[in-house]
T-cell receptor, first 118, second 116 residues
Framework: KAGVTQTPRYLIKTRGQQVTLSCSPI?????VSWYQQTPGQGLQFLFE???????NKGNFPGRFSGRQFSNSRSEMNVSTLELGDSALYLCASSLRGTGGAKRNTEAFFGQGTRLTVV | GDSVTQMEGPVTLSEEAFLTINCTYT??????LFWYVQYPGEGLQLLLK?????DKGSNKGFEATYRKETTSFHLEKGSVQVSDSAVYFCALTNNAGGTSYGKLTFGQGTILTVHP
């Protein structure tokens, strides 16, 4: 069974540009979450998509956005890049269903996309 | 909001030493608790998990017990190997109020280095 696939693995962009990152979840997984990892802030939750709808969002500016397609693949976009956006962006997929108090299923992570803004 | 606090790192041990990495959390309701490991240049891998109080998660010689009374989930291993060198993250998910689906809250991570 293929794991979570993130593309590209590495990106170098200049300030002011925009970037799109892609995440293909494990087959059958309908939930995709995105995280930003930096040395200073650690791992921070960006947003989660389930059934093509954003269900949860972290404390990031509106320059960070995402979407999910009918096949559960997800993209995140960062517009007007800043130097501080340099980070490892991780995607995770899970089998999360809807409703219920204990739908905490295991999240599987991709290898990440290393974004460098110069 | 929810939060996770890990012991200050990094941790340096000799091979076959005993490992403890402390983790405490703050959350309403009954969160699920996880330990993830990240090897250099890689994403995160789930090491173990516990979904209710007094549960013990275990994997590859690592163990952690969900202690609700002390809000803790400390990671232990009786005898570490050089191959255990990595960054370890304690994390939780909490569906209290139904607003935190799909969100993992992480601790700051602990760098473990094991010398031969």
């Amino acid at each position: 069974k293929a794991g979570v696939t993130q593309t590209p693995r590495y990106l170098i962009k200049t300030r002011g540009q925009q970037v799109t990152l892609s995440c293909s979840p494990i087959s059958g997984h309908r939930s995709v979450s995105w995280y930003q990892q930096t040395p200073g802030q650690g791992l921070q939750f960006l947003f989660e998509y389930f059934s093509e709808t954003q269900r949860n969002k972290g404390n990031f500016p509106g320059r960070f956005s995402g979407r999910q397609f009918s096949n559960s693949r997800s993209e995140m976009n960062v517009s007007t890049l800043e130097l501080g956006d340099s980070a490892l962006y991780l995607c995770a997929s899970s089998l999360r269903g809807t409703g219920g108090a204990k739908r905490n299923t295991e999240a599987f992570f991709g290898q990440g996309t290393r974004l460098t803004v110069v | 909001g929810d939060s996770v606090t890990q012991m200050e790192g990094p941790v340096t041990l000799s091979e076959e030493a005993f490992l403890t990495i402390n983790c405490t959390y703050t959350a309403t309701g009954y969160p699920s608790l996880f330990w993830y490991v990240q090897y250099p240049g890689e994403g995160l891998q789930l090491l173990l998990k516990a979904t209710k109080a007094d549960d013990k998660g275990s994997n590859k010689g690592f163990e952690a017990t969900y202690r609700k009374e002390t809000t803790s989930f400390h990671l232990e291993k009786g005898s570490v190997q050089v191959s255990d060198s990595a960054v370890y993250f304690c994390a939780l998910t909490n569906n209290a109020g139904g607003t935190s689906y799909g969100k993992l809250t992480f601790g700051q991570g602990t760098i473990l280095t094991v010398h031969p």
